[in-house]
């Protein structure tokens, strides 16, 4: 399965950066029907065709995701969607 590996720098506080990821997610739940839950820092999200962690640390976020077949012909949009979120988000 192709998959997305992304790093992204921030500078928040970890509860701010935890409260903005978790507002990310509740936007992809409502408008993908995604269901995410956290283990400790990291945020897991599935859906039919992706699963994937959002893993945060002090100075950055680690986003990854497998894609089934039929999103992986999407892979460029959807990991360009997820950069320009992060960019908004966390720079």
């Known amino acids: 399965m192709p998959g997305i590996d ?3 720098p921030h500078s928040m506080p970890l509860p701010k950066a935890r409260k903005a990821v ?3 997610a509740k936007k992809l739940a409502q ?4 269901e995410y839950a956290w283990e400790g820092d ?3 999200f599935t859906r039919s065709g992706v699963d994937g962690r959002i893993a945060l640390a002090a100075k950055h976020l680690h986003v990854t995701a497998q894609l089934g ?3 992986s012909a ?3 949009p ?3 969607e997820i ?3 992060l960019g908004e988000r966390f720079s």
């Not at 408008?31 to 995604?34: A, G, M, N, P, S």
């Open 6 to 8: 992304i790093r992204h």
């Open 22 to 24: 978790e507002e990310v």
């Open 42 to 44: 990291t945020l897991s």
């Open 78 to 80: 959807i990991e360009s």
């Open 69 to 71: 077949f039929l999103l």
């Open 83 to 85: 950069r320009r979120v």
């Open 74 to 76: 999407l892979k460029g």
């Open 31 to 34: 408008r993908f029907d995604i």
